[in-house]
């Protein structure tokens, strides 16, 4: 038998962990050298706990696999709560290694530092925010609820909760097994795919709409394979944006664009607003993904499967895996279109390319200078924060990208990007406002030591724009003006204040034509200029809730 804790780290890996993201405290100090002195799981270091979060949230996203947070009781745990708490929103399998008291400890009549209310106020908070949790205290049980808990990540693709009190590390323990995926009905899943291509088949104007599950599973290559036998046209949602990127154009995916609703092109927001028949895979049905559309939708209308369970109509199909459905709709779909597809309008065309003249830079110049460089050097790995600098990923040529875009939690992209370049291998490219940035943007400073070297691009208009777009009379967005390029020089990287285009051009080019350290480009913007997307989508948002409040 080998100790627990290293127990522990060949089953995270033998379940798809790559690396781990921590930060040292006394509670699970054990853990950590036995992290260090192993080598099973590369350990990464940042600053704060909020930035482990987001950090292993991405990567996880990047290699579909297990993000794993290692942090202390009490005070390190809740600082993650956040970044957990958005993992389990948008459906990305995080697990959290948290460390807390040993037997003796947590009944020696002491309040402990780190605890809260009770010894077991961790426990509480976290069971609201992860699918399942264990407590590692007793050795002869932990390899079967181990193997429970790592499934229940996997298979619902959610956070959960390990706890490793202080005092057990060392006590020998079994191997932990691979469970095989839970059972399933596979009669309801071929009745459920039969109804599903008969409703498909007699639909006139039917329309795939794929969200961030299709990722999350790793289906992608399927269901574009799905897609092209169909001949039906594919739209993302506003989370799923990247989705495709690499199975789309000559691939033969009829994709058609991201669905923003009354924000996006009036041609691709028909296509679903106009449907008989959306068929949603992996769709999280949340505001920012439909609450923008032009009238209310009615989701009895669409074929809906999602989070292990498929709806046609009034009937619900429970325990469905995601992947099961897809694979059973392609036994049933023909080799090739069976019929001519229908007359669609052609894709929307995004932003002309940026013209490099001394005329100064504003937010829409970002996506027509990055749609240049995707031109020239195709897809790139993205990572985009929340606010005005995710609205201009939206306008963007077919490319990865991460994003937080439901549960929509400022800083984000810097930490996320680390995470991405981590997990990949490759370099990201991090998008994110100033506003984020001043929150999470200091991690940078960690790159120097892990030999990371992203391209950040700071969309400074010196105030919270999202905040403004909604409420344009607000003062307390106002940010000033921190000057972050010279605090990247300050960190170890090189940083680039650009006010024009042409000095955006040449700040992209130099940034991409160095290797070696991180490059920050801060694009100067006036304070109330955003991206056309965003403004199509306050202003949207703003005549929608007008309209609702008129008729109530």
Not at 179 to 184: A, E, G, K, R, W
């Amino acid at each position: 038998m080998n100790p627990l804790g290293l127990q522990l780290l060949h089953a995270l890996k033998h379940h798809g962990a790559r690396e781990i993201f921590g930060i040292p405290g006394d509670f699970i100090l054990p853990l950590f050298a036995q992290i260090e002195e192993s080598g099973i799981l590369p350990l990464v270091t940042l600053s704060h706990e909020p930035s482990l979060g987001f950090a292993a949230d991405a990567a996880a996203r990047m290699h579909c696999g297990l993000g794993v947070v290692a942090v202390t009781y009490g005070a390190g745990a809740l600082n993650v709560v956040n970044a957990v708490a958005g993992a389990y929103a948008e459906r990305s399998p995080l697990v959290v290694l948290a460390g807390c008291p040993g037997e003796v400890e947590a009944h020696s009549g002491l309040v402990l530092h780190h605890q809260v209310r009770h010894v077991d106020s961790q426990w509480r908070i976290f069971r609201e925010i992860t699918c399942d949790q264990v407590r590692l205290s007793d050795p002869a049980t932990a390899p079967a609820e181990l193997a429970r808990v790592l499934r229940s990540c996997r298979e619902y693709s959610q956070p959960v909760l390990i706890e490793v009190p202080r005092d057990m590390t060392l006590h020998p323990m079994d191997n932990v097994p691979v469970l095989p995926p839970s059972p399933f009905n596979a009669a309801a899943v071929a009745e459920c795919a039969d109804e599903w291509m008969a409703r498909i088949d007699a639909a006139l104007r039917p329309v795939l709409v794929v969200d961030v599950e299709v990722r999350r599973f790793g289906l992608e290559s399927r269901v574009a394979e799905l897609a092209r036998r169909l001949q039906l046209p594919v739209l993302t949602t506003f989370m799923g944006r990247g989705l495709l990127a690499a199975e789309g154009g000559a691939a033969g995916v009829p994709f058609h664009g991201t669905y923003l609703g009354v924000a996006g092109a009036p041609e691709t927001s028909a296509l679903l607003d106009e449907s008989d028949l959306p068929v949603m895979l992996g769709a999280i049905l949340s505001d920012s993904n439909f609450g923008v559309s032009a009238q209310r939708m009615d989701f009895r209308r669409a074929l809906i499967a999602a989070h292990r369970e498929a709806r046609v109509g009034h009937h619900l199909y429970q325990d469905i895996p995601l992947a099961a459905l897809v694979e059973a709709l392609l036994a049933r779909a023909p080799a090739a279109a069976a019929k001519p597809p229908r007359a669609l309008p052609p894709p929307p065309t995004c932003p002309e390319g940026l013209v490099a003249d001394d005329t100064p830079v504003c937010a829409a110049d970002l996506s027509r200078a990055l749609n240049d460089r995707i031109r020239a050097h195709g897809p790139m790995h993205i990572v985009a924060d929340i606010g005005d600098c995710l609205f201009a990923a939206m306008e963007l040529l077919p490319t990865p990208l991460v994003a937080p875009g439901y549960y929509a939690s400022m800083g984000f992209g810097v930490p996320a990007g680390i995470g991405a370049q981590v997990a990949t291998g490759q370099r990201s490219l991090i998008l994110v406002g100033d506003g984020a940035f001043q929150m999470t943007g200091w991690e940078l400073g960690n790159c120097p030591r892990l030999g990371l070297d992203p391209v950040v691009i700071v969309l400074n208009n010196q105030t919270w724009e999202m905040i403004r777009a909604f409420q344009t009379e607000s003062r307390c967005a106002a940010l000033g003006d921190w000057h972050l390029a010279q605090a990247a020089d300050a960190l170890g990287g090189r940083g680039h204040r650009v006010h024009t285009r042409a000095q955006f051009k040449a700040a992209l080019d130099a940034a991409f034509a160095e290797r070696g350290r991180f490059q920050l480009i801060e694009l100067m913007v006036p304070p109330g200029d955003s991206t056309p997307t965003l403004r199509r989508f306050s202003e949207g948002i703003r005549a929608l809730r007008a309209r609702a409040a008129s008729a109530a």
